[in-house]
């Protein structure tokens, strides 16, 4: 038999749900789709179908409105992710300095795609649209830190970095 697991928020976060909820004129409670959906990506570690339904019951909102959403935006992540998302900026003043070869270069270092996480669990590589840091390319996001102006020795750091903060007990 197939085991599921119930999606459900705590206690404790269902409160902050409804507070968020309440804080949007009667009948616009879908205007809490976007917080709503980063506590759950928080608290799940994915956007799954199940979750989307979830949130879709929370809002009362039918369940297409929460996948246009979780879909359409890139800081969503609709399968599951290594513990490091290494989110890296494909759009053109990122291209131009070498977002491209950056990309490359951590596909061949960890050995997946882009969109692929390692086996370990420990890395996903993700390519999204602009984060808003031209000035500072090629450049890449990992959880809410920004990481600007890469070289290959940067990343290697950066790859050190990370595997010893998602190794420690």
């Known amino acids: 038999m ?3 697991q119930t999606i459900a928020f705590s206690p404790e976060r269902l409160a902050e749900v409804q507070t968020l909820i309440k804080s949007y004129p009667e009948g616009k409670q879908k205007s809490a789709i976007l917080p709503i959906l980063h506590l759950a990506q928080k608290d799940f570690g994915w956007i799954s179908v199940e ?3 979830y949130v879709g019951g929370l809002l009362d909102i039918q369940h297409i409105e929460v996948y ?3 879909s359409f935006y890139t800081m969503f992540h609709l399968s599951p992710v290594g513990k490091s998302v290494l989110e890296v900026c494909r759009t053109g003043p990122c291209m131009l300095v070498g977002s491209d070869n950056i990309v490359k270069y951590l596909e061949n270092k960890l050995n997946i795609k882009d969109g692929e996480t390692t ?3 420990l890395f996903t ?3 999204v649209e602009c984060l808003g840091a031209c000035g500072y390319a090629p450049m890449m996001q990992v959880g809410e830190k920004y990481h600007e102006f890469l070289t290959e020795e940067r990343i290697d ?3 050190e970095e990370f595997t010893k903060n998602a190794t420690k007990p």
């Open 125 to 127: 590589i993700k390519t």
């Open 68 to 70: 246009e959403v979780a």
């Open 157 to 159: 750091q950066l790859l």
């Open 2 to 4: 197939i085991e599921t």
């Open 51 to 53: 979750v989307m339904d």
């Open 119 to 121: 086996p370990d669990g």
